[in-house]
């Protein structure tokens, strides 16, 4: 097993700040794999069970897909598999006592407060967490129970910054930023955002590095117009040409329809 383990990132807490990425794709984990980045993440469903096997010299985390296990048993199913399939961490935004079973079991789990995305209506919708006295206390009581469940890092979605910043000096947690300030001991993005391929609203906290969305439209625009120009030789006689297809003699040809 390569890559940074769990020891490793715990030990960067206060050192250094880690830089960490979620991607869709094979290819998206091949590259930022070979960038240097320190985590990757992807969710754990079978058409990227493979990708942790494709980048084995990276901390690579497997996300439970929310919504898909009723019990911390079936959650504690999958983690496994997912350590199975190579991952180094689990991501689970699931209640304390789910993230405790798992814990005990020795997976290493990223446990998720503040924005998230299918509990978002108990805290207004999406939106920052935290601003409020109110909600400043919920979101450090979380941290709080997650960390007493065992979890080792915790990610901090849109939540106020100065919050974070002072929940990072106060856990023993590593504290993931995705829209949370500079303060945390790691930095977060999509690939779909960093890479500028989210069309339509960007979210506030992400920075785009690249244009991806005008260069995939600009290939979409190239296939169709492949596409109409190779119609138009199938149309006009001029596809194929002779070198795209197979010859054979002639005299071979009329001793099969010309024998008596």
């Known amino acids: 097993m390569g890559g940074l383990t769990v020891m490793d990132l715990l030990a960067a807490k206060g050192q250094r700040k880690l830089a960490y990425v979620q991607v869709a794709r094979e ?16 969710a754990f469903v079978p058409e990227r069970a493979q990708f942790a096997r494709a980048v084995p010299d990276t901390h690579f985390q497997y996300g439970l897909p929310w919504g898909s296990h009723a ?20 991501y689970c935004g699931m209640s304390p006592a789910v993230v405790e079973v798992l814990a005990r079991e020795g997976v290493p789990v990223i446990c998720h407060v ?12 999406f939106r920052a967490v935290g601003k409020t006295a109110d ?22 979605e849109v939540v106020a910054a100065p919050l974070a910043r002072e ?28 890479l ?39 149309t006009g006689g001029t596809f194929p040409e002779p070198g795209h297809s197979v010859g054979m003699a002639e005299e071979v040809l009329e001793e099969v329809f010309d024998a008596p």
């Open 27 to 42: 290819e998206e984990a091949r590259a930022a794999a070979e960038a240097g980045m320190d985590m990757i993440g992807t």
């Open 71 to 90: 019990s911390a048993t079936e959650a504690l199913r999958t983690a496994m598999a997912a350590m199975g399939a190579g991952a180094q961490s689990v």
């Open 114 to 125: 503040g924005l998230v995305p299918p509990k978002a209506t108990w805290t207004g919708g």
């Open 135 to 156: 909600q400043a206390r919920m979101v450090w009581q979380q941290v709080r129970d997650f960390e007493a469940a065992g979890a080792f890092a915790v990610e901090l």
């Open 167 to 194: 929940v990072t000096a106060r856990t023993s947690m590593l504290t993931i930023s995705l829209g949370s300030g500079p303060d945390c001991d790691a930095q977060y993005l999509f690939s779909a955002d960093l």
């Open 196 to 234: 500028g391929e989210t069309t339509g609203h960007i979210p506030r906290h992400a920075k785009t590095y690249r244009n991806f969305a005008a260069e995939r439209a600009r290939l979409q625009a190239e296939r169709i117009a492949a596409y109409r120009e190779y119609i138009a030789d199938v």
